[in-house]
């Protein structure tokens, strides 16, 4: 069985990032961002995905957030990309429900090789702390636009933010982990009728 990892460094005028990933871990996380919210949610992705996942970032914090977490999706998405390799035996498709207390989501992931991003949370406030919530919307474009997913993120119901977005992050790393599981049905063969992703 081949090792799904990659690692991969994004270096801009702006940023700075490294991310490696483990396809096939157990969910350890570590990540040195200096967005400690972010971080929070990332954890969820790992712990509830079955992910491995290190994210060193600097970036123009002194401006805003806006280009780290922009530039964290992107460059975890191409170390998806790295890490999948061929998609030969792989599910594909992936969704989960999460709760937490009052906030519910749903998020349902394709790995088509396409990137779209439906993206739909009525955030009650527009921080969680000093977070400016409409990053999320960067974060995962990002990712859709270089891990080359399709990806709907629905929050069906909350009136808490932190609850909004932690529902969304753990629905994200479960649908991941659903999509990636490897179908012994399929050995060697892809999962579409056109014989491409």
Known sequence: MNERTASVQRDTLETQISVAINLDGTG????????????????????????????????????????????????????????????????????????????????????????????????????????????????????VNHANVTLHIDCLKGHNAHHQIETVFKAFGRSIRMALTRDPRLGDVLPSTKGAL
Do not use: W
Request: with cysteine.
């Open 28 to 143: 350890d996380a570590s990540f040195e961002t200096g967005l400690p919210f972010l971080e929070h949610m990332l954890d969820q992705v790992a712990r509830h995905g079955l992910i491995d996942i290190d994210i060193r970032a600097t970036g123009d914090l002194q401006i805003d957030a806006h280009h780290t977490v922009e530039d964290i999706g992107i460059t975890l998405g191409q170390a998806f990309t790295e890490a999948i390799g061929s998609k030969k035996g792989i599910c594909r498709y992936g969704h989960a429900y999460v709760p937490l207390d009052e906030a519910l989501s749903r998020v349902v992931i394709d790995f088509s090789g396409r990137p779209g991003l439906e993206y739909k949370i009525d955030f009650v406030r527009a921080q969680v702390g000093n977070f400016d919530v409409d990053l999320f919307f960067e974060f995962f474009q990002g990712f």
